[in-house]
């Protein structure tokens, strides 16, 4: 691989949605280009070298950001990803991982809770979770965790409200 090869890939990452098809080792060839670049500006002392050394840099970098960018969009759209390397693999399912943890998490509290009338006035009582609800008066709204709120439900104290 040689800075030609990196600056096509950049113009296809640019251009694309989706991440390009990279092999699947390829942040090791892009250290390999770099160590040989390094040593061979050291061992020039050439301007021209320690520019090219730069540039590689650069492009690197701007590939690295722009292919994370479709990864993250990728696993948080749920999409399976093609043409990743190692590390990208990595990130695209701990990404994914942790989007799902947190989806979880927000339809669990979602369908955890409830919104009620109350209808029949309820006095201060002690829940299943064993904190304290009420006192409710007629004609409140309220949120509850579903185990209340089927309670009142089935007491005849409340109503559900959608």
Do not use: H
């Amino acid at each position: 691989m040689d800075f030609g090869e990196l600056r096509e890939i950049e113009k296809k990452e640019l251009s694309t949605s989706l991440p390009t098809q990279l092999p699947e080792n390829f942040y090791d060839i892009v250290k390999e280009l770099l160590e040989e670049k390094r040593k061979e500006a050291v061992v020039t002392c050439s301007i021209d070298a320690v520019k090219e050394y730069e540039n590689i840099k650069k492009t690197v970098k701007i590939i690295s950001q722009k292919r994370e960018e479709k990864i993250i969009l990728l696993a948080l759209r749920g999409q399976e990803a093609e043409g990743l390397t190692r590390e990208e693999r990595e990130l695209w399912e701990k990404v994914q991982e942790a989007v799902g943890k947190m989806r979880e998490k927000v339809e669990r509290f979602l369908e955890s809770e409830v919104r009620v009338k109350i209808i029949k006035p309820v006095a201060q009582y002690k829940g299943m979770d064993n904190k304290l609800y009420g006192p409710f008066n007629v004609g409140e709204e309220k949120v509850l965790p579903s185990q209340e709120a089927k309670l009142l439900l089935e007491a005849g104290l409340a109503e559900l409200i959608k």
